[in-house]
């Protein structure tokens, strides 16, 4: 086996599962729409401030710390510009995280920064810790052929009974998919 080209192919999985997370998360977080350009500023301000927190922290100009400090700070402001949109247009719902925070801020008031304080956690939390289960799970498959062919045979038996999309309920229904997810994150160190 080539391991140039199965790093290359992990380092390339690895990239698309951090922007497929990104999206899911902006777009349930925010209601930032994939390919928007808010989407993809707000992706690479949280690229680096994941970085940042990998980094050696030394508040300097031109370091990656210093990068990841400068990200956090545009990543707030946008935040907030959304709020003051959202509460100059309360009668526009967007149905995400943030709604839901700014809606509940009228029985506990909440201020403007710990608002933005909520989300931005959201946001890191769910970048690295989805893209790197995934991976895992992606991972743990290509090494165990038979557990990736039992995987497809319980997605297409699903899909095979269904016109259009999957409900919930069919998730609950992939057994083996649910097993698959728990070893991936017992053998995945998040912390």
Known sequence: RNLSFTYFFLYSIVRLLLQYTFNILAMNTLSLEPGDLTNETA???LANMHNGLLSLQIP???TTYWKSLKSRKEMLSMIKKLINSR???PL???ADYLDTLLMYDVGTRLGIEEICDQVLQMLMVGYASTSTVLTS???????HPDALDQFRAEHFAIQSTKKGLLAFSDYQLLTFTHNVIDEALRLTNLT
């Open 43 to 45: 992706r690479k301000h």
């Open 60 to 62: 300097f100009p031109g």
């Open 87 to 89: 509460q100059n247009n």
């Open 92 to 94: 526009q719902s967007h």
């Open 137 to 143: 799970a992606i991972k743990l498959l290509t090494e």
